[in-house]
Nanobody
Framework: QVQLVESGGGLVQAGGSLRLSCAAS????????MGWFRQAPGKEREFVAS????????YYADSVKGRFTISRDNAKNTVYLQMNSLKPADTAVYSC?????WGQGTHVPVSS
């Protein structure tokens, strides 16, 4: 059974940085496209970033381009999301995804 576990969330001031991690287990992580999504209060979940299993296919939402960076370490079965220049609008629960599997999410509140 596939499991995804996020960590690294927490309260941060506007302009600050955080790095989220998503640890995967249960199947061949290195062959899977991994993605980050977020859901703000009262809003639908939205795409943030994704990376193919080779690391060559990387995509970002326009709202985070230039501020967020997705990366992965296949040896550690972990995908990361480095978030810089955070804004209050980035406040959300961030979840990682692989195919039909979702993690439980980690909360990132950004104070102004």
């Amino acid at each position: 059974q596939v499991q995804l576990v996020e960590s690294g969330g927490g309260l941060v001031q506007a302009g600050g940085s955080l790095r989220l991690s998503c640890a995967a287990s249960g199947r061949t992580f290195s062959r899977s496209t991994m993605g980050w999504f977020r859901q703000a209060p009262g809003k639908e979940r939205e795409f943030v970033a994704s990376m193919g299993w080779t690391g060559s296919s990387t995509y970002y939402a326009d709202s985070v381009k230039g501020r967020f960076t997705i990366s992965r370490d296949n040896a550690k079965n972990t995908v990361y999301l480095q978030m810089n220049s955070l804004k209050p609008a980035d406040t959300a629960v961030y979840s990682c995804n692989s195919a039909a599997t979702w993690g439980q999410g980690t909360h990132v509140p950004v104070s102004s």
